[in-house]
């Protein structure tokens, strides 16, 4: 059964840092395209970073340069690290293949940015 599980959320204040993880079982998502995604409170769900298989990334605005997404083909695991972290950044944070699949989105891991 195809499972993606997030951790590494938690409550940071404003200019701090945390390193998302996603773990996916399934070999099947080394190869494909990943995504990590938010959902702030009242909000849509929004993607803001995307990697291939290859390591090709693309971000959303506003995380450019301050968010940094990776895997590990190996170990079939997703990563995103944040920096410079804004109250605006705080979001339920999920990972799935991208473009995503409704029957894989886990239970999220919850950002809160606050001082």
């Known amino acids: 059964q195809v499972q993606l599980v997030e951790s590494g959320g938690g409550l940071v204040q404003p200019g701090g840092s945390l390193r998302l993880s996603c773990a996916a079982s399934g070999s099947i998502f080394s190869i494909l395209p990943m995504g990590w995604y938010r959902q702030a409170p009242g909000k849509q769900r929004e993607l803001v970073a995307r990697?291939?298989?290859?390591?090709?990334?693309n971000y959303v605005d506003s995380v450019k340069g301050r968010f940094t997404i990776s895997r590990d083909n190996v170990k079939n695991t997703v990563y995103l690290q944040m920096n410079s972290l804004k109250p605006e950044d705080t979001a339920v944070y999920y990972c799935?293949?991208?473009?995503?699949?409704?029957?894989?989105w886990g239970q999220g891991t919850q950002v809160t940015v606050s001082s």
């Open positions: 990697i291939t298989k290859g390591g090709t990334t």
């Open positions: 799935n293949v991208e473009p995503p699949r409704y029957d894989y």
